[in-house]
């Protein structure tokens, strides 16, 4: 019993690496009764990882595209506030910065250069499934990122879908590439609780040197002394020049900025820092805790998180609460069905715009001469400072932030026969944001009004449903997999806004307290796609590769001409490294040539380009429609073309790989609002014109230096990428 219960020790068990991660091992046993010789095969990730590919996965050594994949542990605790800025510099090709240096700004992220002039270039988000919304819906300050309500920790993998075979599964929103996020499923096995605290502090850094009071009166006292010699006069060494002249300017000027501290007394002139009142010690705290189990039939993953980040720039900060729960349940031997359910609520403490003298950045171009606050603890603001004082939107104005989002897919699988699935997926985001600002007397948005304040209140809704069929069949010669389905996806967006003015006590934040309501306005868009899409794989032996997939999406934002689009895509690849002329060559374990060429859309321009609006005006006191927009049914898709050669490589027995490709990227249809003749009574009408080329290579390696007890590992990847436009209207 002892042996038996061994052997199968031996054969069926679990390896435990340094980084808390399990590996199943198998092997063979052969010898005698007492003897026994042992052959291990360990499931070290290699060539045979399976990756998502968009509505399946497939072995990682028989893709023909270009996917990137990130690993959710690569993503664990990082601190940042949304999943792209995790993304940055693990992927060859994707471009990723920030916007803004505020704690809850947008990123931009580009997957192999902008593909649009006016149209959108960031990728598509899939979140298990579920195309997610990215419309920002926050009217004050800087753009929110709506990616901001997701809890990174939550993350199995990332897949990124670079090129037009990998992304055309997706159609009219696949050419600016698609990032596929994988939340955690449950396991069979004990449960296992993980929890995890990070606290942390942050400085700003590389700040800049500013002139210091005695440098500042120094300097403008030399221009001004400069200005008056070059007019003829010497208020220095001539006393009766003084009078009238731009020194005596100039030092009337330093003591009206110098306020209750004087700046010619030493005792008294202070020498004010504008930019440390600009920054603070930011600070982030972190808790996660997830439970993660089940058995055969029934598995789940549930997670709680909270998040407070409080950014070094006063007033700019947020906190999370979130929550996961993904429910897997296998009913029998013919059903499958499934949830995943995720509710997250942030509040956002906003800051103002970046072009605007409120944002505290702009402090730095008050006089160092100027003392903070008067003797009444009250904050200076003009005449006494050179500009309008952003402190005082800091103290005196509230821009307060809260928005709800819930992302919710189910599935249900049935099992036709033994290699065919029916599946059938339905999906709702929700995505709801309550933005209320006030802006007190002092302030530069409320001075001149007896203070002014605004409520914004905005709604995302987007539903998806989807069903297809997933056939996969394999053997020793022939591998086949295959989807072939339709997918509708409806969004509506709802916003109400509404401004008043004239409190009568700064303290009084809403607008039931106001004396005017100045203004206010609602809106309502909608758009919808209708999609059909189909997928087969094949490989021969394991060696010969090719994959064809299309796409035809059908969308409300364009002309009825031109409403559906096919977008098309075919692959091939090659495993060299398994044909029998490579078997001498033990130093190469894995290589892999790809070819792939294809058509990809963009979808991402305004809901009603195509139509031809009206507007509303009033005259005399009588509203009335006037025209708005001239139409366009003709109005298309952007296409971009892009063909990728690529090659996949592992060496020594996988202890260097990588990939490498080239890509040429084609642009044509772009969607331009082109002049029209005046007399037509428009200025503008949105048309097909123009293309754009992006083109480069891109270079990622990937090394195991130790992977023993302690596991060192190096990651590397460069890219260059060019992008032209190549025709405006015919001008190149």
């Excluded at 994988?182 to 502090?201: E, I, N, P, V």
């Excluded at 030493?266 to 058995?295: I, K």
């Excluded at 894995?590 to 979808?603: A, E, M, P, V, Y």
């Excluded at 202890?655 to 040429?664: A, C, E, L, Q, T």
Aim: proline share 3%; hydrophobic share 35%.
């Amino acid at each position: 019993m002892k042996k038996f219960f061994l052997l199968i020790s031996v054969l069926f068990g679990y390896l435990t690496l340094a980084n808390g991660h399990e590996r199943t091992i198998t092997g063979t046993v052969t010898g005698s009764a007492d003897v026994y010789d042992v052959i291990l095969q360990s499931d070290e990730p290699g060539p045979e990882d399976t990756i998502s590919i968009g509505y399946c996965a497939q072995e990682k050594s028989v893709v023909t595209g270009s996917i990137s994949k990130i690993d959710g542990d690569n993503l664990r605790n990082i601190p940042v506030p949304a999943v792209e800025m995790a993304l940055q510099g693990r992927s060859a090709g994707v471009f990723i910065e920030s916007l803004n240096g505020k704690a809850t700004g947008s990123a931009r992220m580009r997957i192999r250069g902008a593909t649009s002039v006016t149209a959108g270039n960031d990728p598509l988000f899939v979140i298990d499934g579920m195309p997610v919304s990215t419309e920002t819906l926050n009217q004050s300050g800087a753009a929110v990122n709506p990616l901001l309500t997701f809890n990174l920790n939550d993350i199995e993998s990332v897949e990124i879908l670079k090129d037009a075979s990998a992304a055309a599964i997706y159609g009219s929103r696949g050419a600016n590439g698609v990032v596929l996020i994988t939340t955690k499923r449950g396991f069979s096995g004990d449960t296992r609780l993980d929890f995890s605290l990070q606290r942390g502090f942050s400085h700003a850094s590389g700040k800049r040197d500013f002139l210091n009071s005695e440098q500042y009166i120094r300097y403008f006292e030399e221009a001004a002394y400069n200005s008056d010699l070059y007019e003829g006069h010497d208020p220095v060494n001539n006393p009766a020049d003084y009078s009238g002249s731009w020194l005596e300017y100039a030092r009337n000027r330093f003591a009206r900025y110098s306020g209750w501290a004087p700046y010619n007394d030493p005792q008294r002139a202070v020498n004010t820092d504008w930019q440390d009142q600009a920054f603070r010690t930011g600070s982030l705290l972190t808790a996660d805790l997830s439970a993660r189990g089940g058995n055969e039939n029934l598995k789940f993953f549930a997670s709680g998180s909270y998040t407070s980040n409080e950014g070094i720039l006063v007033s700019n900060g947020w906190e999370r609460i979130s929550g996961r729960f993904n429910f897997d349940n296998k009913v029998n031997r013919f059903i499958d069905l499934g949830v995943s359910l995720s509710l997250a609520r942030t509040n956002i403490d906003q800051i103002a715009a970046d072009n605007s003298y409120s944002s505290p950045m702009q402090l730095v171009a008050l006089a160092p001469i100027t003392p903070v606050r008067d003797l009444d603890g009250r904050l200076y603001n003009t005449p006494t400072t050179t500009y309008y004082n952003g402190l005082i939107d800091v103290e005196e104005a509230t821009r307060d932030i809260s928005n709800v989002r819930t992302l919710a897919n189910s599935y249900l699988n049935i099992r036709i026969l033994k290699n065919l699935l029916w599946k059938n997926e339905i999906g709702v985001d929700l995505f709801n944001l309550k933005e209320n600002c006030r802006y007190g007397r002092r302030t530069e948005s409320g001075k001149g009004t007896g203070g002014y304040g605004f409520a914004n209140y905005g709604e995302t809704q987007n539903l998806l449903t989807r069903s297809y069929i997933d056939y996969s069949k394999k053997n020793d010669i022939l591998g086949v997999s295959g989807v072939l389905g339709t997918e509708y996806q409806h969004t509506a967006i709802d916003n109400a806004w509404l401004a008043g003015q004239d409190f009568p006590f700064d303290d009084l934040k809403t607008l039931s307290s106001a004396g005017l309501i100045s203004g206010g306005s609602s809106s309502r868009t909608e758009y919808s796609f209708l999609s059909y899409f189909s997928r087969i794989t094949l490989d021969y032996r394991q060696k010969y590769l090719i994959t064809l997939s299309a796409r035809v999406d059908g969308s409300s934002r364009f002309g009825k001409e031109s409403r559906y689009g096919l977008f098309p895509a075919v692959s091939a690849g090659w495993i060299m490294s398994r044909e029998d002329f490579m078997a001498a060559i033990t130093e190469v374990s894995f290589l892999k040539l790809r070819i792939s060429s294809g058509l990809t859309g963009n979808s991402g321009i305004g809901n009603y380009s195509h139509l031809g609006l009206f507007g509303t005006d009033s005259y005399n006191g009588v509203s009335g429609l006037i025209p708005a927009q001239i139409a366009n049914e003709d109005l298309r898709w952007e296409s971009a073309f892009q063909t990728d050669f690529g090659l996949d490589f592992g060496l020594f027995s996988n202890r260097i790989s990588g990939d490498f490709d080239f890509y040429i990227k084609n642009t044509s249809d772009l969607i331009l609002n082109v002049p029209v003749p005046g007399t037509s009574g428009y200025r503008t009408q949105a048309q097909n014109l123009g293309s754009m080329k992006n083109c480069g290579f891109e270079l990622f390696l990937n090394t195991v230096n130790i992977d023993r007890s302690i596991i060192w590992t190096t990651s590397f990847n460069f890219s260059y990428n060019r992008n032209r436009i190549t025709d405006l209207g015919g001008e190149s």
